[in-house]
């Protein structure tokens, strides 16, 4: 799932459409990922970094709707251009209400739906390296403060949230309890040092709680890191 990101997600669920869509969308040298529902739409948003999303209306396990509605009230940006059936206008304004950023209307024309992307992307501004983290299945989204966990949000405390980034950000070498301690509490930490134990014991609860494998590693004597996967010790 990892690898499963690129610069536009089209969630279209005609296949003879899509393809069409993908095809013009790659030659203008952007990287497409497809989805055909809402629910493997929303699994590899979480996943991925995106520049802009293609959304059609009518899909088989809902509407492109509820996609705005989830993803705007995570505190994602990213630009989403619904692509809705020609006369239905109130789907054009339930979309923009619900945090749409355009639209286009079936059937359009090719060179207008790539004018369109290239107009949200440039509202939208360049690509924000960095703003997501990521270590096998565990994916922390740094501006939204968002975490998520084979696409299921996962809810973190603070700390909890700034130990993860930390971890992530060292991602697969070890962070000494030290530097975690200085970083994650610095002038709110008074000495005690179960502190991080206890953090880290909610952070494994939280992030094993669907039965994912152990992804937090002790590295005895040292410190803490992530692994996919077997154990470091
Ligand atoms: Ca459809």
Same mark, same amino acid.
């Given at each position: @799932?990892?690898?499963?990101?690129?610069?536009?997600?089209?969630?279209?669920?005609?296949?003879?459409? !899509?393809?069409?869509?993908?095809?013009?969308?790659?030659?203008?040298?952007?990287?497409?990922?497809?989805?055909?529902?809402? $629910?493997?739409?929303?699994?590899?948003?979480? =996943?991925?970094?995106?520049? !802009?999303?293609?959304?059609?209306? @009518?899909?088989?396990?809902?509407?492109?709707?509820?996609? =705005?509605?989830?993803?705007?009230? $995570?505190? %994602?940006?990213?630009?989403?251009?619904?692509?809705?059936?020609?006369?239905?206008?109130?789907?054009?304004? $339930?979309?923009?209400?619900?945090?749409?950023?355009?639209?286009?209307?079936?059937?359009?024309? @090719?060179?207008?739906?790539? !004018?369109?992307?290239?107009?949200?992307?440039?509202?939208?501004?360049?690509? $924000?390296?960095?703003?997501?983290?990521?270590?096998?299945?565990?994916?922390?989204?740094?501006?939204?403060?968002?975490?998520?966990?084979?696409?299921?949000?996962?809810?973190?405390?603070?700390?909890?949230?700034?130990?993860?980034?930390?971890?992530?950000?060292?991602?697969?070498?070890?962070?000494?309890?030290?530097?975690?301690?200085?970083?994650?509490?610095?002038?709110? %930490?008074?000495?005690?040092?179960?502190?991080?134990?206890? =953090?880290?014991?909610?952070?494994?609860?939280?992030?094993? !709680?669907?039965?994912? %494998?152990?992804?937090?590693?002790?590295?005895?004597?040292?410190?803490? =890191?992530?692994?996919?996967?077997?154990?470091?010790?």
């Amino acid at each position: @799932m990892s690898e499963a990101t690129g610069d536009i997600l089209l969630v279209e669920d005609e296949p003879d459409l !899509a393809r069409v869509m993908e095809l013009a969308l790659h030659r203008e040298g952007y990287r497409v990922v497809r989805a055909d529902t809402v $629910e493997k739409a929303l699994q590899l948003f979480r =996943c991925g970094d995106w520049r !802009a999303v293609l959304l059609d209306v @009518m899909l088989p396990d809902g509407d492109g709707f509820s996609f =705005c509605r989830i993803v705007r009230a $995570e505190g %994602f940006s990213t630009p989403i251009l619904l692509v809705t059936a020609r006369g239905a206008w109130q789907d054009r304004v $339930e979309g923009l209400d619900l945090g749409a950023d355009d639209y286009v209307t079936k059937p359009f024309v @090719m060179e207008e739906l790539l !004018a369109r992307v290239r107009a949200a992307l440039r509202r939208a501004g360049g690509l $924000e390296n960095g703003e997501v983290l990521r270590a096998g299945d565990v994916v922390l989204h740094r501006k939204t403060r968002q975490v998520y966990r084979g696409g299921q949000t996962v809810t973190l405390r603070r700390k909890e949230f700034d130990l993860l980034e930390l971890l992530l950000l060292q991602y697969p070498w070890v962070v000494s309890r030290e530097t975690l301690i200085e970083r994650v509490w610095g002038m709110d %930490f008074f000495g005690d040092e179960n502190i991080l134990e206890v =953090c880290i014991y909610q952070l494994r609860r939280k992030l094993e !709680a669907d039965g994912g %494998f152990p992804i937090v590693h002790t590295v005895r004597g040292i410190g803490y =890191c992530l692994r996919e996967g077997g154990s470091v010790e």
